[in-house]
């Protein structure tokens, strides 16, 4: 690390007297000049050998031109042990302040790793907490990007001590402001707690990690053997934890991605999310009609849900997060003449659609963001069940599938489901239905709303009645389907349901759209109350 002494007085020679206004004019100058490069070019051109931007052309890219305004530019350490009292590094290791995403507020700061390899030190720990209490005071959105290594050890508990305010920041402004986290190095030990508070964590494809204990301290505890880009790369957060909401491709991508994703929130729970202009379109176009074909002859045949998904939006245009992880449920944001919606949708191409520990959490909590920051929830239902087996029993399929049940409870937002083929059991009652509080609910003729599916209800019903048959020596399969045929034409159909008022209509899947848009403007003004609590106990 370069040392530095941002206090060294000019010499007399160079500058004019610091009794002058001139002479403090220039003062001023130079050490805003050394703001913008602390650790010197040296230090600059080995992040840039790395494949990594530096955090002032990090927030450069994120912010619109010419709209930053910083914080605590000349701020400093104030620790002495170790010769730290000489290694005084203007900015101590973070970039902070506010500026404007297409012309809207948001707080921002960024881990500078030129400089004490972007540690948190009591100093620039109190500047993210700065940030986050600006974000709060000002409703505005809270974007943090990672790129250091923890705890500044020389500085011990002053340093460890923030990220406790730095957590409780966190959890104050849930539900209250977006935040975003943009991981883009390392993010190790309690720093990588303060990404998993917030809502949207975008990390980088081979340069940004994260995790609590890194490799080489569990091969000296556990002796396995495990490398960093396995153990906590943006790919084991975006396929295996469901950490991460989004994979970028490099840094442009994931800024880039930040930015799209702030386009459909608003800047705060009290705000609106930005409306688009849009034109009120032709109850049933051409392109609708296709959806008519979408559901195959076969119940059990797949199709991909992201084809209506994409149908229903405006320009087709639908943002999906979490993609890699749990891909048997969708969730994303999109728009609907113009205004932002969340959508959660099964996804019969995978594993049929059923539910599972990762699908129902990742779907909960998505559910409950869309609650807090006031956005419409649309729910396409295709769910033959939870997925069986020992594996999710044990792993606690009851208690993690419940945060989903929850979530939809507690949501008062306007609640849009379409049920377009499979809707069985406890997964028909999780997905938006009609009793667990959603405001509209429509099927398709498709439908197939039941406590099972035909052939696990004949098996139970007729066991005995089958195994008659088969003791004559009838043709067992023949009568099986015979039952099954029968059992689907009474009760897996959505006309039972709408018959006792659990289905609003039966609509035609060509009209999706227009009954979707015309369900969204009735309840854009709903009201509903829950009862005085604290909060609630999520089963979490």
């Known amino acids: 690390m370069t040392s530095s002494n941002n206090d060294a007085a000019p010499s007399e020679s160079s500058y004019p007297s610091l009794k002058t206004t001139e002479g403090k004019l220039a003062e001023f100058r130079r050490r805003r000049d050394q703001t913008l490069a602390p650790a010197g070019e040296e230090a600059i051109a080995k992040q840039h050998n790395r494949g990594k931007h530096t955090a002032r052309e990090r927030i ?136 998993a508070l917030t809502d949207f964590v975008i990390m980088v494809d081979k340069t940004s990690h994260m995790f609590i204990t890194g490799p080489d301290v569990i091969k000296s505890v556990t002796g396995e053997d495990v490398q960093m880009e396995e153990l906590g790369g943006a790919r084991t957060h975006n396929t295996t934890t469901g950490t991460a909401t989004y994979m970028a491709a490099d840094e442009q991508d994931a800024i880039e991605f930040a930015k799209e994703l702030l386009e459909f929130l608003p800047l705060n729970n009290l705000a609106e999310a930005p409306v688009e202009p849009a034109e009120e379109r032709p109850k049933i176009e051409a392109e609708d009609e296709a959806l008519n074909q979408l559901i195959p002859d076969s119940a059990s045949a797949p199709y991909d849900m992201t084809e209506l998904v994409e149908q229903l939006l405006d320009d087709g245009y639908f943002l999906q997060l979490q993609a890699m992880y749990a891909p048997n449920v969708i969730i994303g944001f999109g728009r609907v003449e113009g205004r932002s919606v969340g959508v959660v949708a099964n996804q019969p191409s995978q594993f049929a659609g059923t539910l599972d520990i990762a699908a129902s959490e990742k779907a909960a909590r998505f559910v409950r963001f869309c609650d807090a920051f006031n956005i419409p929830i649309i729910t396409l239902v295709d769910v033959p069940g939870f997925l069986p087996g020992t594996d999710q029993e044990w792993g606690g399929i009851i208690r993690r599938g419940a945060k989903l049940l929850y979530a939809y409870a507690e949501a008062t937002v306007p609640k849009i489901t379409v049920i377009t083929r499979k809707a069985f059991g406890g997964a028909y009652i999780v997905m938006g239905s009609k009793k667990l509080g959603a405001d509209i609910n429509l099927a398709w003729p498709t439908a197939q709303i039941g406590v099972m599916g035909a052939q696990g209800a004949v098996n139970i019903l007729y066991r005995r009645d089958l195994a008659s048959v088969e003791k004559e020596g009838g043709d067992v399969e023949a009568k099986r389907q015979e039952l099954i045929d029968d059992y689907e034409d009474a009760l897996l159909n959505p006309y039972q349901a709408a018959e006792l008022g659990y289905i609003d209509a039966v609509i035609e899947p060509a009209e999706t759209r227009w009954q979707i848009s015309k369900a969204l403007r009735a309840t854009y003004h709903k009201r509903e109350s829950l009862p005085a609590k604290k909060h609630g106990n999520i089963p979490l």
């Open 60 to 195: 450069e890219m994120l912010l619109d031109e010419d709209s930053f305004v910083e914080f605590d530019a000349l701020a400093v350490h104030r620790t002495h042990a170790f010769g730290m009292e000489k290694k005084k590094l203007l900015g101590d290791g973070l970039v902070s302040g506010y500026g404007t995403i297409d012309g809207r507020l948001v707080a921002v700061y960024a881990q500078d790793f030129t400089v004490f390899g972007g540690s948190l030190s009591a100093v620039n720990g109190e500047k993210i907490v700065k940030v986050q209490e600006f974000a709060a005071r000002n409703g505005c959105p809270v974007i943090g990007i990672n790129d250091g290594g923890g705890a500044r050890i020389q500085e011990g508990v002053a340093s460890l001590a923030m990220f406790a305010d730095i957590f409780r920041n966190n959890v104050h402004a849930s539900g209250v402001v977006p935040q975003i986290t943009l991981i883009m190095g390392p993010a190790a030990g309690g720093a990588a707690y303060s990404p």
